[in-house]
């Protein structure tokens, strides 16, 4: 029916304005479908635009509430897209039955102000640990903390995706290895004491995030990576103060060590991180047992390792095809260290390499 049709049946005044509210709702209605059906021509445009561009539209929805969810893409400078999915180690060491109780989980990793206090067992353990060990503990590390705060960065990178480490020692093994360019592909490379890689890049690498070292290997030191100090008494802490700062209330029994350590070293003392003792023991107890010996440098950094990292890496371990001990950089074969079991931590590795704990690149052995 028509607008004129039904103006002629209103003679009423009732009836007249209902007839021209109905007329004016119409011309309305007509207005509306107009714009719904330019609006929908618009969208078409648009939509088929954008797929012959290339472009994503993203259209709001009414049914979603609150704040958008963060995004899930990964920003972090840790996370290497050439990698596989990140495989951490701790749940696989937490499924081993035989190497789970090789792991105190209440253990601390790094000395600092917050983990300063020792445990009756590990304080009677580490103040034993060499027979040349004295002074003030307590004072020592007041005095240390002062200058070293030696804070705990591993907390922050491993909320940056997954932490690949390295661990790379100075096996002979390593030269005509060509590991050079995995070992840097790392998100952190430990290096121990002597450890030079200018010349030997191809095999060892170039990158050093942390260098490990004990005083009297700290000549040694290389600037560039952070120093990482694994103490084994009192002194050794007293000596890492006064390496940084002249001010200090002692005398450093410089004769408890055969070699002299230096007075100084070029590394930043914001970024020195030290060795905790806890850790030092669990080394100790997982490996040499309640024997004399206590373990290498390189095991108690690759114990660290399985704690501080998601995944980890060893290369540079281990001897020779025939038995022979040596250092990639010198020609000369050595000896080992007597005070350290190396039969008992290269089982260790093997273990921990066998049940897909750690990747174990054993390098080669030049004849």
Not at 314 to 341: I, R
Request: net charge positive; hydrophobic share 35%; aromatic share 10%.
């Amino acid at each position: 029916m028509s607008q004129r049709t039904i103006g002629m049946y209103c003679p009423s005044a009732c009836a007249t304005f209902l007839c021209h509210l109905y007329n004016t709702m119409a011309k309305a209605c007509s207005l509306l479908k107009v714009a719904a059906v330019s609006t929908g021509i618009l969208c078409f445009v648009c939509f088929y635009h954008s797929l012959y561009n290339g472009v994503s539209l993203k259209f709001p929805t009414v049914l979603s509430k609150g704040p958008a969810p963060p995004r899930t893409h990964p920003t972090s400078k840790f996370i290497q897209p050439s990698l596989p999915k990140c495989d951490p180690v701790g749940p696989k060491i937490a499924a081993s039955s035989s190497l789970s109780e090789l792991f105190i989980k209440t253990t601390r990793i790094l000395w600092n102000k917050d983990t300063r206090k020792l445990g009756p067992i590990v304080r009677d353990y580490w103040m034993n640990l060499i027979r040349r060990n004295r002074g003030s503990l307590e004072q020592a590390l007041d005095d240390l903390f002062r200058v070293v705060p030696g804070r705990d960065v591993f907390a922050e990178w491993r909320k940056r995706g997954c932490l690949r480490c390295a661990v790379v020692g100075n096996s002979k093994n390593m030269l005509g290895s060509g590991y050079g360019s995995s070992i840097d592909a790392n998100d952190v490379v430990f290096r121990m004491n002597r450890c030079p890689t200018e010349g030997y890049e191809k095999d060892v690498g170039s990158k050093t995030t942390f260098h490990v070292v004990y005083p009297a290997s700290a000549h040694a030191y290389q600037p560039g990576g952070r120093l990482f100090l694994v103490p084994f008494k009192v002194p050794d802490l007293q000596w890492l103060t006064s390496a940084f700062t002249s001010n200090v209330t002692y005398k450093i029994p410089y004769d408890t060590y055969r070699r002299r350590p230096p007075a100084s070293v070029d590394a930043n003392a914001s970024q020195v991180v030290i060795l905790h003792p806890d850790l030092m023991y669990e080394t100790k107890i997982g490996t040499h047992g309640r024997t004399r010996s206590y373990p290498s440098t390189g095991v108690m950094i690759l114990f660290a390792s399985l704690h501080l990292c998601d995944e980890v890496s060893v290369y540079g371990f281990g001897f020779g095809s025939h038995g022979e001990f040596g250092h990639y950089y010198n020609k000369s074969a050595g000896n080992p260290h007597t005070s350290h079991d190396t039969n008992v931590e290269t089982q260790l590795r093997e273990r921990l390499e066998k049940e897909n704990i750690i990747r174990v690149y054993k390098g080669r052995y030049p004849e």
